[in-house]
Every structure is written in C-alpha cells, then in structure tokens.
C-alpha cells in the first residue's frame, strides 16, 4: 500500500511542476458606461450619483458622445506573455439594423487585479447605435483565459 502511494506521488510531482507554469486568468467585473459631451460618466465621485446620471443619459440620447467599458481583470503567471481585452458590442444601428463592433486593447498583467477602460466614441458610437449585448474576453495570444457576457448575449 505504501509502495503505491509513493508511485503515485512520484508520479503527479512532475504533472504539478508543469500546472503551476500555467497561465490563468479571468475577467471578474465590468462595468458598461456611458459618456457624455465632456466625457464623464458621473457629475461626482458618488455612485449614487453615477447610477442616477446613467439613467439620465439614457432618457437624453443627444447627449451622449461614446460608451465606455470598464473591465476588472486578473491573470497569474503572465508576466511575459502577451495579453488582450476584447470587447465585443452588439446593437441596434441606424435603420435599427443589427450591428457588431469589436474593440481590443494589449494589457500587461501585474500581480494583483487590475481595471482597464476600452470605449466605443464619436463617429463609431453614432454609427453602432444603442447597446443591447457585449462580450469582454481576455485572451493570451490565441488562448482564451477568461470570459464575462451580458445576459443578451
């Protein structure tokens, strides 16, 4: 009995070593906003205020110039590697025509969790139209570590 336990602890020893080499990482929040004219999302710090503003812009499309995302993310064991955010937008354009835009950012990972803001502005918000789903992935080259969707999506 002895025997088998020390052959199988000499035998997941090596496949241990080789998963703590391993790039892991998630996306843990987002937070979708929108930008008024001077590029706020809030008139003050408070949430409250944020909250109740975001309603506002909602209610008075003219005066909203892009939309922005907020992502909180983390990922263990990638110092070196190259990492993206993406964000994929879904939404009712001109015409209320379906339509999808993709934005992508290169972030460096540290050791703690980190926010990073990608935005939609200008003459690509006006042309994409009103938000109804979105997607924030976090890739390591072409390998997905994390991923967070709305409920639409």
């Not at 190259?82 to 879904?90: A, G, I, T, Y």
Request: aromatic share 8%; glycine share 8%.
């Amino acid at each position: 009995m002895r025997g088998l336990f020390v052959t199988l602890l000499l035998l997941g020893l090596p496949i241990s070593a080789l998963a703590v080499d391993a790039i892991t990482g998630r996306v843990i929040k987002v937070l979708p906003l929108l930008l008024d004219q001077q590029g706020r999302d809030a008139p003050s710090p408070s949430l409250f205020d944020r909250d109740a503003y975001q309603v506002y812009l909602r209610q008075h499309t003219n005066e909203i110039s892009a939309l922005r995302i907020d992502v909180l993310w983390k990922a263990v064991n990638a110092r070196d590697a190259k990492l993206n955010l993406r964000v994929e937008f879904r939404g009712a354009g001109l015409g209320g025509l379906p339509c999808q835009v993709t934005v992508e950012k290169a972030v460096a990972a540290g050791s703690h969790r980190r926010w990073t803001s990608l935005a939609l502005a200008d003459q690509d918000y006006k042309k994409f139209g009103g938000l109804v789903a979105w997607r924030v992935t976090l890739w390591s080259e072409d390998r997905l570590l994390g991923e967070q969707k709305s409920f639409l999506w």
